[in-house]
């Protein structure tokens, strides 16, 4: 499949549609002209069978098996998956197909039995998508999304982070809190990498120079210089206690 092709579903409601306006074309409408006839043409008396038999066809016969098929296709775009054919699906058709035929064969030869089976099969049908519902809409467990991340630098993230934020308090610049250092840790699970290249990693150890005051002449100004925050990494302003 090239780029400029669209992507195409599977198409799973397929089956369902076809089962779905066959038992409505073929059994409820007719049944439901009989019974316009009755009323207004003067055509010969619908029975209760009859009567049952077409809402049967018309409510369980149609909507409850074209739901299955379509839900399918709706769900997977709810829950951003792809589409794919589940062995739920043909238990489905197969139970509605069964229980549709047992309906008509048993209301043409008054035999309860059938019947019954019918309002089984049905309800079964029910029970398995009922389920295939339950187990897409459940969200996935929590997993690490990266193994690359080590403590260390979960824990070098909050604490730069952290300072930051006593820096920003302290320049009247208000900051952000732990809460936002767990965030900023959470997001690093996304891609390890930018920790090597975030500006808050620089070692303050090692140039003698604070988060929020730079040392002598660095004071208010773009520490770049060696020594310095950032030396050789980029430059990032530093507040002076005049500005504060």
């Known amino acids: 499949m090239s780029l400029r092709e669209p992507f195409r579903e599977p198409p799973i409601y397929r089956s369902f549609a076809l089962l779905a306006f066959a ?5 409820g409408t007719p049944i439901g002209l009989w019974m316009l006839a009755w009323l207004y043409l003067g055509a010969p008396a619908v029975s209760v069978e009859w009567i049952l038999l077409h809402a049967n066809l018309q409510i369980l016969g149609f909507f409850a098996t074209l739901i299955p098929g ?16 589940d062995p739920m ?8 197909a069964a229980a549709l035929g047992l309906r008509v064969a048993g209301m043409l030869g008054g035999w309860p039995g059938p019947v019954l089976g019918a309002a089984l ?11 295939w519902v339950w187990r897409s ?23 730069s982070r952290s300072s930051r934020a006593r820096a920003g308090a302290l320049a009247g610049a208000g900051g952000d809190s732990w809460g936002g250092g767990a965030i900023y840790a959470a997001a690093l699970r996304q891609e390890p990498s930018n920790i090597s290249r975030s500006p808050t990693h620089r070692t303050d150890a090692r140039s003698g120079c604070s988060p929020s005051y730079g040392p002598g002449p660095h004071a208010g100004s773009a520490a770049t210089g060696p020594g310095c925050c ?13 500005s504060a």
């Open 23 to 27: 038992a409505t074309l073929l059994g």
């Open 89 to 96: 699906s043909r238990w489905v058709l197969g139970l509605s």
């Open 70 to 85: 379509v839900a399918q296709h709706l769900i997977a775009r709810f829950t951003g998956r792809p589409v794919r054919r």
């Open 121 to 131: 099969g049905q309800s079964a049908a029910f029970v398995v998508f009922a389920g």
């Open 230 to 242: 950032g030396a050789g990494r980029g430059s990032y302003t530093v507040p002076s206690r005049r």
């Open 137 to 159: 809409l459940d969200p996935p467990p929590l997993v690490l999304m990266s193994s690359g991340l080590q403590p260390r630098e979960v824990l070098s993230a909050l604490y």
